[in-house]
């Protein structure tokens, strides 16, 4: 594929429809009653330029959404593979405003939905308008981790008059009031934390999350996707039946860490990406679209 080909990878350009990216890819996902793969990848390390080859990678692997993860200096809710992964970044120089000028690159070339990962600190810093503007022509959502809806008025507006979906996080510990309420507040799809704690790989799924995610679905139509914890092939074949999506993060990381270039860094993403969107595609449980 030439470099100035645009890549097929995520839904088709949609600048004559209404519908955003993120929610058409989930549209094409429910049609083939196929769970998607979100992608988090901190941007910036070991480099910028590595991000954008990893990006690229991952999207032509089978990855759905990329979630691109700003590196702040007090990721509260990470794991030690992604705070690592932030200190990496944040020594080679990376700003808020450099990732978002790495999602325009990204977007000249490739149409997977982009998300961005972020806390909300540096967003203030720079400014709403001047986050949205710089947005713009980048990334098609965002997802401030540390932010409540109940203080989110003013961002949700804002975001929202410039098309660009605010995406949520429900926990284990959310109330059925509270679980409503910040599914009103999201738009593009509603992240559900696994289980309590931080980021990083876990061998097994909580035996409580099909429940969970069940009871969560009585309060939206918003595609559901599950993070935290998810790094392996039976981890996404058990979800096909229980979500609309997983959230690969600490595993896609870890790869990044130890390859030895940021070439080897890409393929290893890929590897990773084709074997869980293998066990998407064909996984003993698959959830009917009409499934609540």
């Known amino acids: 594929m030439s470099e100035a080909a645009p890549r097929k990878s995520g ?5 004559a429809a209404k519908v955003g990216r993120i929610a058409a890819r989930f549209r094409e996902l429910s049609k083939k009653s196929e769970l998607g793969i979100v992608a988090y990848i901190t941007a910036g390390d070991p480099s910028l330029a590595a991000t954008e080859k990893i990006v690229f990678a991952a ?16 990721p509260i809710a990470d794991g030690p593979t992604i705070q690592r992964a932030s200190e990496r970044a944040l020594r080679a120089g990376t700003t808020l405003e450099d990732v978002l000028n790495l999602s325009r ?24 308008e001047k986050f949205v503007a710089a ?5 098609d959502g965002a997802l401030a981790t540390d932010l409540p809806f109940e203080e989110a008025s003013e961002y949700r507006a804002i975001l929202h008059a410039h098309n660009l979906d605010t995406v949520f996080l429900v926990a284990p510990t959310s109330t ?21 704690g931080v980021t990083g790989p876990r061998e097994t799924l909580p035996p409580d999350l099909p429940g969970m995610v069940r009871r969560i679905r009585g309060f939206t139509k918003l595609p559901i996707a599950v993070g935290f914890g998810i790094a392996l092939p039976t981890h996404v074949s058990v979800l096909g039946g229980i979500a609309d999506a997983a959230v690969v993060g600490s595993a896609l990381v ?14 290893a993403v890929a590897e990773r990406i084709r074997v869980l969107k293998k066990a998407a595609r064909e996984g003993v449980s ?6 609540v």
């Open 11 to 15: 839904a088709a350009p949609l600048a």
């Open 105 to 128: 690159r990204l977007r000249a070339k490739c149409e997977v939905p982009i998300v961005l990962f972020s806390y909300i600190n540096p967003i203030l810093q720079m400014g709403l």
């Open 286 to 291: 698959r959830r009917s679209p009409d499934a």
């Open 59 to 74: 999207a032509d692997a089978g990855a759905d959404v990329i979630e691109l993860g700003v590196p702040f200096s007090d």
């Open 254 to 267: 870890a790869e990044v860490e130890q390859a030895s270039s940021p070439e080897a860094a890409a393929e």
């Open 176 to 196: 059925d009031a509270r679980i409503e309420q910040i599914a009103k507040a999201s738009t593009g799809f509603l992240y559900v934390i696994s289980r309590a």
């Open 135 to 139: 947005a713009a022509g980048g990334i």
